[in-house]
C-alpha cells in the first residue's frame, strides 16, 4: 500500500502518491472484499473498539486543539459516534437486504427489487470543529456500504488528525481505509483523481471547489455547508426554557458548530427580558469569569481569534467582548442594537458571539430569515403551536427544531444536510448507508410468458390493448 501522508514540497506542489493510493484502492474494492456483510460488521466492529480503547487520547487531542471540555468532546464526538456505529450494526443486515418494490402491469409477470451496491472508492473531506465526529460518521457510512475510503482531516485540527492518521489504520482494513494529512495541495491532489463519492463537510467557498473538482468525473457529492442559523423567539416562548437552551447551544465548543444558533431574532415585547436572562444563563454555566471555566472551549486559531475579534469592532456589547489572543479567548458575548447589515450579520459568526435583532412579530422574523440564504439550522422557541407552523411553512431550512437548539442531529432516523447555500444530501444513521450506496433497479422476469403486444409488427389490436396497461 501506498504511504499514508501525501507530501508537500518546500515549493508548495504536492509530491503526490494519490494516484497510487486510489489506484491501489481501487484494486481492492474490485476484489470484492469489502462487500460482505462480515467484513462490513468487522470495520464497524474495529471502529467501536477505537473509539473506546482510544477515547482518553482522543479527548486530549480535543482539548489540545480546541481546548474542548471532557463532556463536550465526549458527547458531540465520541458518544454520538458510537451511538452511530451501534445502530448500523445492528440495522445492517437489514437495510442490505434486496428491497422488495411493487411491479408495474407492463413488467408483469416478474418481481421487481431495489439493491444496495456499494459505490467504490470514495472521499470523506473533514473540518476542524468537531475534526472526529465529522471524520468518523461519515465513514461508519462508507465502509457499512461496502465501499473504500480515504478520509481527510482539517490540518487546522492538527492533533486530531495526526491521532487519526496514527491509529486509524492500525484498526481498519488499511487496504480499504487509508488517512491522507494534509491541506490545500494535499486536497487539492486528491481531488484531481476520480472518485466514485465525495463527502465533503466545511464552508461553502472550498464546497464549490470540490463540486467543481468533482464535475470532471461526474462524481456525485455530498455538500455538509454551513451559514447563519437564525433562531426565532416569539412572545409566546417559555423565556427560561428559550434563554437556557439558546445560551447552551451558542456557546457549546465556543460557538464553532455548524448548526450553533447564529443569531436570534426576538419579538420586542420580550426583548429585553430574553437578554437578562440568556446574561443569567452565562453567568450559571461559566461563572463570573468564563475565562476560568473548565467548560467553556476556545477558539482553534489565531487568524479566527483575529476575525471574530474584527466582528465584535463597534457593536453594542451587552455581555462579555473580553478578548485574550494568547489564550486563544473569546468571551461568551451578547450583542444588541443590532443592524441586518452589521458586519456581524454579513458572515457565517462561527465563535461566542450572539447578536440580537427585535423584531415586531412572527411574520416579520419569517421575512428576515428569507431574505438571507436558506439556513442549515432554523430554531423557534413559541409556545404558540400556530406561530411555530406559519415560520415552518413559510421558511426553509436544512433542518428545525423547536423550542430547542441542534438535537434533531442526535436522532438517527433524521436525515442532517442542508438545503441551498447550507449544502446539499444528508447523511446520519440510515441516510448515511443510503448515501454511500447505489440504489439499483433489479426486475427479475421469467422466460415466459411474452405478450405479443410488446412486439413488432404493431397493429390496431395490439395498440388497443397496450394502452390498458398504463
Ligand atoms: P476547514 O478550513 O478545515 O476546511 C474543510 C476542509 O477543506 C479541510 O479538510 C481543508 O483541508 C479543506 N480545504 C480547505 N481549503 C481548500 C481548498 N482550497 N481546496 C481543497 N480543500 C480545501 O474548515 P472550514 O471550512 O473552516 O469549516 C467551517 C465551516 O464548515 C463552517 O461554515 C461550518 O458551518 C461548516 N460545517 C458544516 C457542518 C455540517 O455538517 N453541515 C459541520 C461542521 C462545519
Known sequence: MPELRVVSTPSGDVDS??????????????????KPLSWRLS?????????KEREQ???DALRADLGKPAAEA????????????????????SWMKPERVRTSLLAMPGRSYIYREPLGVTLIIAPWN????????????AIAAGNCAVVKPSEISSNVSALIAKWLPKYLDRRAVQVVEGGVPETTALLREKWDYILYTGNGTVGRIVMEAAAKHLTPVTLELGGKSPCIVDESADLDVAAKRIVYGKFFNAGQTC????????????HDALINRMVSMIREFYGDDPKQSPDFARI???RHHARLTRLLGNTDVVTGGETDVSDRYIAPTILKNVKEDDAVMQEEIFGPILPVISVSSVESAIGFVNRHEKPLALYVFAGDEAAQDRVLSGTSAGGTVLNHVWLHLSVPELPFGGVGESGMGAYHGRQSFETFSHRRSVLKKPTLP?????FPPYSARKLHWLKKLF
Request: cysteine-free; proline content about 9%.
Open 259 to 270: 448548526v450553533a444558533p447564529d443569531y436570534v431574532l426576538v419579538h420586542d415585547h420580550v
Open 450 to 454: 411474452d405478450p405479443p403486444i410488446l
Open 43 to 51: 470495520q464497524l466492529d474495529a471502529l467501536e473498539h477505537f473509539l
Open 130 to 141: 468537531y475534526p472526529f465526529q465529522l471524520v468518523v460518521l461519515p465513514l461508519i457510512g
Open 74 to 93: 465526549f458527547g458531540a464526538e465520541i458518544g454520538l459516534t458510537l451511538s452511530e456505529i451501534r445502530l448500523t450494526r445492528k440495522k445492517l443486515a
Open 17 to 34: 502518491p494519490a494516484p497510487a493510493l486510489v489506484g491501489a484502492l481501487r484494486a481492492y474494492f474490485e476484489t470484492g472484499a469489502t
Open 300 to 302: 482553534v486559531n489565531e
Open 57 to 59: 487520547d482522543i479527548l
